[in-house]
């Protein structure tokens, strides 16, 4: 009869969990990394504007926002309409001199050829020669001028400083812009994420920092590339690099966690921790005997030796902690 109380006993235990299968652990404060949940901005590494460099009316605009171009593409046309009045004014005057000149080139080569028949003044063929060579200089004058205005006129087209997207394009068809005014802004050179941190942590901060970022539904990691010097509004400036930055919005908000120091805690495995009517349990030895203790848990995370959850509350340093 005893043996077979025993072997019952023995099976009782299997079936429940006996306790002698169960491991403990000692509880010691870990350090963990203390994380600051901030809010970073998409933007390009490089936006230029593409400026007009003629005053006149937007002709042709080929781009419109969120556009890809490449760097001396044409992405609009600007024309003055008084640039081609002034043109022609100047061709007409160029077929007046052209026409003086062939004169002059006539009358010179008729006084020469009185010269040599002795009829003719050697006075009469410097004065003819003299006006020879001042309808050149006009036509070279003009010319110079004519391609002044053709230079004008060129630069009319609006080219893309770089290549990237449109981020605006503020201007439509037929709207009258000034030298200097925005057709397009555009980004280009990559994406990054810009974070304002508050000044508190500033000194905490160190430059290529992995930081933890929560982009395209997933989360991913990034590295703190830059930290400015200048504090604007008690926050410090810092740029971020991302393999994997969804940029399809520009200055979009994308929330980011930043080491800014830490701290110690005590670290117990998910598994150790039991939920009972919305209140958490562990189980430690104590005085030779294993109690339940309900404790408050916080983050749960993921080290090296597994999962784990932070204890708050109900424990402390030296405890021995059951894991089933």
Excluded: C
């Excluded at 504007?49 to 781009?63: H, T, Y």
């Excluded at 200097?180 to 160190?206: C, N, Q, V, Y």
């Excluded at 408050?296 to 340093?317: K, W």
């Amino acid at each position: 009869m005893r043996s077979l109380l025993l072997t019952m006993a023995t099976g009782l235990a299997l079936l429940t969990g006996a306790p002698a299968l169960a491991g403990t652990l000692v509880l010691q404060p870990t350090q963990i990394t203390e994380w600051k949940a901030v809010y970073g901005r998409v933007e390009a590494k490089d936006t230029v504007p593409a400026r007009a460099r003629l005053g006149g009316i937007v002709e042709m605009m080929g781009v419109s926002e969120g556009d890809t171009v490449t760097a001396g593409q044409r992405i609009a046309l600007v024309r003055d309409e008084k640039i081609a009045f002034q043109i022609a004014s100047l061709d007409a005057q160029m077929r007046a001199v052209t026409s003086r000149l062939q004169t002059a080139q006539s009358d010179l080569e008729r006084a020469q050829t009185l010269v040599q028949r002795g009829v003719g003044t050697v006075q009469k063929v410097d004065q003819l020669q003299n006006e020879v060579t001042v309808a050149r200089n006009d036509y070279a004058a003009l010319e110079a001028q004519r391609s002044v205005l053709v230079k004008q006129e060129e630069e009319g087209a609006v080219l893309a400083p770089l290549g990237g997207r449109v981020l605006s394009a503020p201007v439509t068809r037929g709207a009258v812009v000034l030298n200097g005014d925005t057709i397009a802004s555009i980004g280009g050179g990559g994406f990054f994420l810009r974070l304002a941190i508050p000044e508190r942590h500033a000194a905490m901060l160190k430059q290529g920092a992995t930081l933890r970022i929560a982009t395209g539904g997933a989360q991913t990691e990034g590295r703190l590339a830059k930290i400015y010097p200048l504090i604007e509004n008690g926050r410090v400036i810092a740029d971020v690099d991302v393999d994997k930055l969804d940029a399809d919005f520009i200055d979009a908000r994308i929330l980011v966690e930043v080491p800014v120091g830490t701290r110690e805690a005590l670290l117990a495995p998910s598994s150790a921790v039991t939920n009972r009517s919305g209140i958490d349990f562990v189980t430690i030895e104590s005085g030779g005997e294993r109690v339940e203790r309900a404790v408050i848990v916080g983050e749960t995370m993921q080290r090296e030796e597994g999962e784990r959850v932070e204890i708050l509350t109900g424990l402390v340093a030296g405890d021995v902690l059951v894991v089933e």
